[in-house]
């Protein structure tokens, strides 16, 4: 495939946006005097600032990328993702686990089960979030550079480079309050600038009714063909996506990874900390408007011979990430195709800025603080965390680096989500709602937990066991394993950490306080009516959740 | 944030400035092809999307520039 061209006017385009993120680093280093204003963005946000960020520090480029093409590859059972895989979670967050979360005025997710729990625990967490962060931050970066590289024809190095020194430059300028900043400037350049690209789809092919008249049967269904797992792309059946996907993977992902919880933690009171996810779940529910749409779009014109479209290949394989910079291309007439460019490269950066941000306060408090440096002042924890910034970079490079030299490390994305918050998550559940579970309980469940993925994973992948064994399934694609898996490692962990609670020692009841349900006062913010209250823009957003679902079944 | 701090400008007035410049390059673009004549090849040019889209982020920008030029936050 050619590359996509780009003319002067979009040069402007893209460079006004590497100028402005820069200038607004320094322009935001003004108001960034105090460690708590570096990690946590000073805890001024409103719930709008900080849902849109929450939303945005999941919606990568990446996402876009991936997502489009695997609804081309999968059809409508991507949007199982963005619906089932997200919303009930995000909602559980704001309802039960925010209030235990913010009230306890923790500056990361390890830093509650220091908490909760003993300071072993918290310390595995952190390693094991630290790395996690610092691999998809170097996967994610590899992935733009490739996407640049490919569609744009731009040098492999000199952009992943200049994205890495631009992302490294704002945040070690004013840390989390310029992460958050850029991922709203980019949820915004996103919405404007591929959502054109869904309007026109729909214009050249007739109505959204048309296109979902076109595309196979099997790939315009949500639940009614998920009893078999043969009768749908995915190959999977609804047990698998609602325990792999909408319990685990969903609630592990969106109730304890520190990258998106942290951007509730910057918000300015409790009742803003619950809003931020409820808030977020309704965009959430409209991201699939550009992707499912998208995606279905290029599978519409790609099955018309007279369209004039068709996916890339590389070596007789197609290349399904490349659906949507081709729907650019097609629809995009200069100037608008620097806006889509700049929309993807918004989407890359502010992913990478989210990873570095969360990576630079796990570090700082819950590996150097914890283990390193007790004592560390406040102003030194400062000058580490600008220092971890930069550190983070340069590990994500090289990551990146090596993410190039093997070709198929995308597929362990998913996989590495599945190693870390699965088991996280049962851990984060029992601590929350079960007093009695113990500091050893949660310790050894949460390696059990890990462990059994990680081996599950390497057993599958060099057949010392049948896949089948996993999924219970004889037919089943790496997404549907991924599902299964996540679901065995939250079982083990869950299974584990009640078992070793049973006969190990507790922690005494007065310092569970305000960390665990039955043993917190209800909580009492500031009177505001029925209609404002969390619990009601939740019911609204399970409203719309259920119709979505319906009208798609 | 202290009383002796400068105070912020809200991010919205930001997402405005970067909507208006760049709705405002991309309208510039239309019109200036439209006026020139210039054949685009995409598809469904003949509905000339910079022009309607470029104006919408325009209009989005503007709201959100002059609804916050005054606002801070602290």
Redesign the interface.
């Known amino acids: 495939m050619q590359a996509i061209g780009l003319q002067f006017v979009d040069w402007v385009i893209i460079l006004f946006y590497f100028a402005f993120i820069i200038g607004m680093g320094f322009y935001l280093k003004r108001y960034t005097k105090s460690e708590e204003d570096f990690f946590l963005a000073g805890r001024r946000n409103t719930a709008w600032v900080a849902g849109i960020a929450f939303l945005s520090a999941n919606l990568g480029a990446l996402e876009l990328l991936g997502m489009t093409g695997n609804t081309y590859k999968y059809g409508m059972y991507v949007a199982h993702f963005y619906w089932i895989g997200a919303i009930p979670a995000m909602l559980f967050l704001g309802i039960f686990m925010m209030p235990f979360y913010y009230s306890s005025r923790i500056k990361s997710v390890p830093g509650y089960l220091k908490l909760r729990f003993d300071e072993k625990t918290r310390v595995l967490n952190g390693f094991a979030f630290a790395i996690m962060t610092l691999l998809v931050s170097g996967i994610n970066l590899y992935a733009m550079a490739l996407v640049l590289h490919t569609f744009v024809g731009w040098n492999w190095d000199v952009s992943m480079w200049a994205s890495a020194v631009t992302v490294a430059a704002y945040v070690t300028l004013s840390g989390l309050m310029s992460a958050i900043f850029t991922e709203i400037i980019q949820f915004f350049l996103i919405w404007f600038g591929l959502f054109l690209v869904s309007i026109l789809g729909i214009v050249e092919i007739g109505s959204l009714g048309e296109i979902m008249r076109r595309v196979p049967e099997a790939f315009s269904k949500l639940w009614s063909n998920s009893g078999d797992p043969t009768q749908n792309g995915m190959m999977i059946t609804w047990a698998g996506i609602v325990m792999g996907l909408g319990f685990v993977l969903s609630f592990g992902y969106w109730t304890t990874d520190f990258l998106v919880v942290q951007r509730a933690f910057s918000a300015k009171n409790l009742r803003a900390a619950r809003m931020t996810p409820i808030i977020a779940s309704f965009f959430k529910m409209a991201v699939p408007f550009i992707v499912i749409v998208c995606g279905l779009i290029a599978l519409v014109l790609a099955q018309d011979p007279n369209s004039g479209f068709a996916l890339m290949s590389d070596g007789g394989k197609v290349n399904y990430d490349s659906a949507l910079p081709l729907l650019i291309a097609r629809y995009f007439p200069r100037a608008l195709v620097g806006l889509g460019i700049t929309a993807l490269l918004a989407g890359f950066m502010a992913g990478q800025a989210g990873n570095i941000s969360a990576f630079n306060t796990v570090w700082t408090y819950d590996i150097y603080q914890s283990v390193f440096n007790k004592k560390a002042s406040p102003k030194h924890l400062l000058w580490m965390g600008r220092a971890a910034t930069i550190v983070g970079i340069v590990i994500s490079v090289a990551t990146a680096y090596w993410a190039k030299s093997m070709p198929t490390i995308m597929d362990y994305m998913q996989a590495i989500f599945s190693w870390v918050n699965a088991p996280l998550f049962a851990t984060m559940l029992l601590g929350m709602f079960v007093k009695w579970i113990t500091p050893a309980g949660a310790f050894w469940g949460l390696i059990a937990g890990m462990g059994s993925s990680f081996t599950m994973y390497l057993a599958v992948k060099f057949e010392w066991i049948s896949m089948s064994a996993v999924t219970f399934s004889n037919v089943a694609s790496d997404m549907a394993a991924n599902f299964w898996r996540a679901w065995w490692a939250w079982l083990i962990c869950f299974v584990v950490t009640i078992g070793v609670s049973l006969f190990t020692k507790k922690k005494p009841e007065a310092e569970l306080v305000g960390l665990v349900k039955g043993l917190t006062p209800a909580t009492v913010g500031e009177p505001v009516p029925w209609y404002k209250k969390p619990a009601f823009f939740a019911v609204l957003s399970l409203i719309v959740f259920a119709l979505l679902n319906i009208y798609f079944w | 944030?202290t009383g002796d701090?400068?105070k912020?400008k809200p991010?919205w007035f930001?997402?405005g400035?970067?909507?208006l410049?760049?709705?405002g390059?991309?309208l510039a673009?239309?019109l200036v092809?439209l006026i020139a004549r210039v054949e685009?090849r995409?598809?469904?040019?003949k509905?000339h999307?910079?022009i309607w889209?470029?104006g919408l982020?325009v209009l989005?920008g503007a709201i959100f520039v002059l609804t916050n030029k005054n606002a801070t936050?602290?």
């Open positions: 944030m701090v400068k912020m991010i930001f997402v400035l970067v909507l410049v760049m709705g390059v991309i673009a239309g092809d685009s995409t598809v469904l040019a509905l999307p910079r889209w470029g982020m989005a936050v602290e």
